[in-house]
């Protein structure tokens, strides 16, 4: 080890006791770090994931105005055949088209408007946990002609049960009458109460005919492999879009930007919590080496006097700094990633969160996640930090005269 | 032939409560480079502002100093601690070596900053120790070391790069009589044998056994200043 190496590693260790505090405090932020990250990571991935599962998927083709102003007009041709195109594409996981209206529907006790959306019974398994989170009945399918979906809050709503006949009266895509009568084939529970309340499903087919669309759809909704892809799977699509002008794609965050600003927001108020910790373990680092700066001003005195530079010896501390801050580094890391790997098996329970839950289908349980930014964003700006914590210790000895040190003035 | 130390008109003054102090008051002296000389005086007679002064410690408020011709007025702080480290020693009676690093390390630290590599490093680190009698030393801790021993590690540290110029403020005072005697031997042993420049500043009579220039101050001036003769 080189000489100046092991002269700031021993220093570190001239007040033991002291300098395991140090490094106790920055191991303790640096575990605290990333673990809140990593859970703050855990709880956005499977936010992100619930959500987007749901319906939305990560990514739709529409018509470019139709995002803007949702109208019956603003449609994709071909709709069910571009789907299947967009099937093809590696990049792409699920993909189905969907038609989406607003009627009135009616049991023979109770009405309500609602969204009913017409799904590829096939394919909407693959963009959408909503057909696995059926409670009584069946899904759609080809045996289920004029058949709907409830979602458990609307066929309560409607005192409707599995067999019961629903009444559908709504306007066509061309403005004609739209009018059905369907049977109410099954029933969901998505988990989210706002949407079981106000939506139905009902075959692609049936609605196309029921809302006049023809061949046309509101949307294909398309999966990629992972959160992570889907600027990947994005580009994929547009390049097979690209030659029809009136289609365009959209991504989640454009789609769903409740779900970002919520993630921004949390990040925000995590940010001041973070900020705090550091500077207070900064504060701490900066003691340490202010003292140590103090305690050595007649052994400086005389390295000066000997010839050895203000910027050697300020060289020095850094150096000694940095090791100190590894240190807590590394401990940190250790202690902050067997915590994260404890938690991603057992996960983490917060009372009381039940609303918040629900309101992001977040499941009772949270898992961190382990992964190298959790791991080390945290860690490496206390790093930064702490050793930028030596700036003032490393002034004060910049400004240190020799003779006036040699005398411990 | 250029002096190894030249002071001309060197005036110093100190505010303390009120009072204006002559630390140093209009010094004249040259030094011829190979002398020995013992600086004495009562404390406050400017022993110790004149060595600060002389190795670039401390800047006089008027008047020249060179060392080995070259000007320190013109030297900025940088140049001032690179002439130090290259061609001045200093020795003083704190010893305050590096506690956690060892004798030999303590030396070698010196060498390092000079950009000395570590090879060199160890062979002259290893000669230093066996020139002050402290071989078989090097790898104990200053803590583990007497105050004579560490002394003679100070000094080491101090003319490992072979200074051409030795300050030594009061290296006795923390010695026993022998310890003392051992030490100054040593630096008339260097001074012969290297031609290394000493002045000694010190209330010690034994210094002036070894030296062979004796520089009286008082009152921050020069009072007395003659050569020694011994048997």
């Known amino acids: 080890m080189p000489l100046s190496l092991r002269l ?251 779900l970002k600003q919520a993630i921004q927001s949390d990040i925000a108020s995590a940010l001041f919590i973070y900020t705090v910790l550091i500077i207070v373990v900064v504060f701490s680092v900066l003691n340490n080496q202010l003292m140590a700066v103090l305690e050595r001003r007649k052994e400086y005195g005389i390295l000066l006097s000997l010839g050895v530079a203000h910027r050697r010896l300020i060289g020095l501390l850094f150096t000694e700094t940095a090791l100190l801050a590894l240190l807590g580094l590394l401990v940190g890391i250790a202690l902050g990633g067997a915590l994260n790997e404890y938690f991603a098996i057992v996960g983490v329970q917060f009372a009381g969160m039940e609303e918040m839950g629900e309101k992001f289908n977040l499941p009772a349980r949270i898992h961190p996640i382990t992964h190298p930014l959790t791991l080390l964003a945290g860690p490496i700006i206390v790093f930064i930090g702490s050793v930028f914590a030596a700036l003032y210790p490393a002034i004060k000895l910049r400004h240190l005269n020799p003779v006036s040190a040699r005398a411990g003035l | 032939m250029t002096n190894a130390v030249h002071c001309h008109q060197l005036c110093r003054k100190f505010h303390q409560g009120g009072q204006t102090i002559h630390g140093l008051d209009h010094v004249d002296f040259d030094v011829a480079a190979g002398e020995f000389i013992c600086l004495t005086g009562p404390s406050g007679s400017g022993k110790t502002t004149l060595l600060n002064a002389i190795g670039g410690l401390d800047r006089p408020d008027s008047g020249d100093i060179a060392v080995g011709g070259v000007s320190l007025n013109t030297l900025d702080q940088g140049a001032l601690a690179d002439l130090r480290l290259a061609h001045i020693g200093f020795v003083f009676q704190s010893y305050n070596l590096i506690p956690v690093l060892s004798a030999r390390e303590n030396i070698e630290f010196i060498l390092l900053m000079q950009g000395v590599d570590a090879t060199e490093r160890h062979r002259l680190a290893d000669d230093m120790l066996r020139e002050v009698g402290l071989e078989g030393l090097g790898s104990r801790r200053p803590s583990e070391l007497s105050g004579g021993q560490q002394q003679r590690v100070a000094v080491a540290r101090a003319i490992v790069s072979r200074p051409t110029l030795v300050l030594a403020d009061e290296p006795t005072a923390n010695l026993d009589s022998h310890t003392a005697e051992q030490l100054m031997a040593l630096f008339a042993e260097l001074n012969l044998r290297h031609g290394t420049t000493f002045i000694v500043a010190s209330h010690d009579p034994r210094v002036q056994h070894f030296a062979r220039r004796l520089i009286r101050m008082q009152d921050g001036k020069i009072i007395e200043d003659h050569p020694l003769a011994h048997d």
């Open chain 1, 8 to 258: 700031a590693w021993r220093n570190l260790w001239r007040h033991q006791r002291r300098t395991w505090l140090t490094v106790a405090a920055m191991a303790l932020c640096n575990t605290l770090l990333i673990f809140m990250i990593g859970l703050q990571a855990g709880s956005y991935l499977t936010m992100l994931n619930n959500n987007l599962a749901v319906f939305s998927g990560h990514l739709q083709v529409q018509h470019r105005d139709y995002h803007d102003q949702p109208k019956p007009r603003f449609s994709v041709a071909n709709g069910v055949a571009l789907a299947a195109r967009l099937r093809q594409l590696p990049e792409v996981s699920g993909a189905a088209a969907r038609g989406m209206g607003f009627a009135l529907l009616s049991s023979d006790k109770r009405s309500k408007a609602m969204q009913v959306i017409g799904v590829e019974a096939e394919y909407e398994a693959s963009v959408s946990s909503i057909p696995g989170t059926l409670r009584e009945g069946q899904y759609l399918s080809a045996d289920t002609p004029n058949g709907v979906l409830l979602g458990q809050r609307s066929a309560n709503h409607l005192k409707a049960n599995i067999g019961s006949e629903i009444t559908l009266l709504g306007s066509g895509r061309d403005g004609s009458f739209a009018a059905s009568v369907l049977t109410v084939v099954g029933i969901v529970d998505s988990g989210m109460e706002e949407f079981d309340r106000n939506t139905v499903f009902i075959r692609l087919s049936d609605f196309q005919d029921i809302f006049s669309y023809g061949d046309e759809v509101s949307h294909i909704a398309l999966l990629s492999a992972s959160i992570f892809e889907v600027a990947n799977t994005q580009a994929a699509i547009d390049g097979l879009i690209a030659d029809r002008e009136t289609l365009r794609s959209l991504d989640w965050d454009v789609l769903m930007p409740g």
